[in-house]
């Protein structure tokens, strides 16, 4: 697998290459001086529905992706991005002129990430927890830590599992979230893709990797247009209404990414 800097990921090589304009200067340190800034978030995320309970008079501006919210903060259009942790990180690592604020709450706040099924979708439920358990106890999943997140931070995707069935498991992604869900060339890649293969092979089945927004994710399984969401998806209160949720498979902390 080849190594992350070596990665064509348009979007963050556009954001890198960003000429910005003029930028006002902005001092952000904590979570309290996000008070009254204009501040981008992805649309539908936890980061977005925190920032809108918990900021008083925010200008708030929603994005696609955090690749698109990272752009109008170079520019000066926005003053923070509120976003996950590792996504952030690798903005942050393409951009020099960014940097990443960690503020106590959310780090005593994290948020655990997990896979989202179609109420009462049993049958598929079962298969991922399996998938989870047994990773964890046969240090599958640990091997996929290190492959997404290494401490040198470099990258080695892992080759693709070889699937096969009469049936194929549609994954429902938004492929703008690095390392879960990111393009590299032709390819969705990913931590949670890869997850999502060895679902498909627990299953017996192919895999279909279906990219959308993040906020049509829901709709689009509710419907039945996909199987199962792998997105770095958040487990909520809110969401559960919506949809059953796997055991968690990680834990997340929001930060601020602002100017240097």
Same mark, same amino acid.
């Given at each position: 697998?080849?190594?992350?800097?070596?990665?064509?990921?348009?979007?963050?090589?556009?954001?890198?290459?960003?000429?910005?304009?003029?930028?006002?200067?902005?001092?952000?340190?904590?979570?309290?001086? #996000? /008070?009254? =800034?204009?501040?981008?978030?992805? +649309?539908?995320?936890?980061? *977005?529905?925190?920032?809108? &309970?918990? !900021?008083?008079?925010?200008?708030?501006?929603?994005?696609?992706?955090?690749?698109?919210?990272? #752009? /109008?903060? =170079?520019?000066?259009?926005?003053? +923070?991005?509120?976003?996950? *942790?590792?996504?952030?990180? &690798?903005? !942050?690592?393409?951009?020099?002129?960014?940097?990443?604020?960690?503020?106590?709450?959310?780090?005593?706040?994290?948020?655990?990430?997990?896979?989202?099924?179609?109420?009462?979708?049993?049958?598929?439920?079962?298969?991922?927890?399996?998938?989870?358990?047994?990773?964890?106890?046969?240090?599958?999943?640990?091997?996929?830590?290190?492959?997404?997140?290494?401490?040198?931070?470099?990258?080695?995707?892992?080759?693709?599992?070889?699937?096969?069935?009469?049936?194929?498991?549609?994954?429902?992604?938004?492929?703008?979230?690095?390392?879960?869900?990111?393009?590299?060339?032709?390819?969705?890649?990913?931590?949670?893709?890869?997850?999502?293969?060895?679902?498909?092979?627990?299953?017996?089945?192919?895999?279909?990797?279906?990219?959308?927004?993040?906020?049509?994710?829901?709709?689009?399984?509710?419907?039945?247009?996909?199987?199962?969401?792998?997105?770095?998806?958040?487990?909520?209160?809110?969401?559960?209404?919506?949809?059953?949720?796997?055991?968690?498979?990680?834990?997340?902390?929001?930060?601020?990414?602002?100017?240097?």
């Amino acid at each position: 697998m080849k190594k992350f800097s070596a990665i064509c990921l348009s979007a963050l090589i556009a954001v890198t290459m960003f000429a910005g304009c003029s930028k006002n200067k902005v001092v952000i340190n904590n979570v309290k001086d #996000l /008070d009254g =800034k204009k501040i981008g978030v992805q +649309a539908g995320t936890t980061g *977005e529905y925190w920032v809108q &309970e918990n !900021v008083p008079g925010v200008q708030l501006a929603s994005f696609k992706t955090g690749i698109d919210a990272a #752009l /109008d903060l =170079k520019s000066g259009a926005i003053d +923070a991005v509120v976003i996950d *942790e590792l996504p952030a990180e &690798e903005i !942050v690592a393409r951009n020099k002129d960014l940097m990443i604020v960690r503020d106590p709450i959310f780090a005593q706040n994290k948020e655990e990430y997990a896979i989202a099924v179609k109420k009462g979708n049993k049958e598929v439920l079962d298969v991922i927890n399996k998938t989870i358990s047994d990773m964890k106890i046969n240090g599958e999943y640990e091997k996929l830590v290190n492959a997404f997140m290494p401490a040198d931070g470099n990258i080695q995707i892992p080759a693709k599992e070889a699937l096969s069935g009469g049936k194929t498991l549609k994954l429902g992604t938004n492929a703008a979230f690095p390392p879960f869900e990111y393009v590299s060339g032709k390819d969705i890649v990913g931590f949670d893709i890869t997850m999502g293969e060895k679902i498909a092979k627990q299953a017996g089945t192919k895999l279909e990797v279906v990219n959308m927004e993040f906020d049509s994710l829901i709709p689009a399984l509710s419907s039945g247009a996909i199987d199962f969401i792998a997105a770095g998806m958040s487990v909520t209160e809110e969401r559960k209404k919506n949809v059953d949720f796997s055991v968690p498979y990680f834990a997340s902390e929001q930060v601020i990414i602002v100017r240097k």
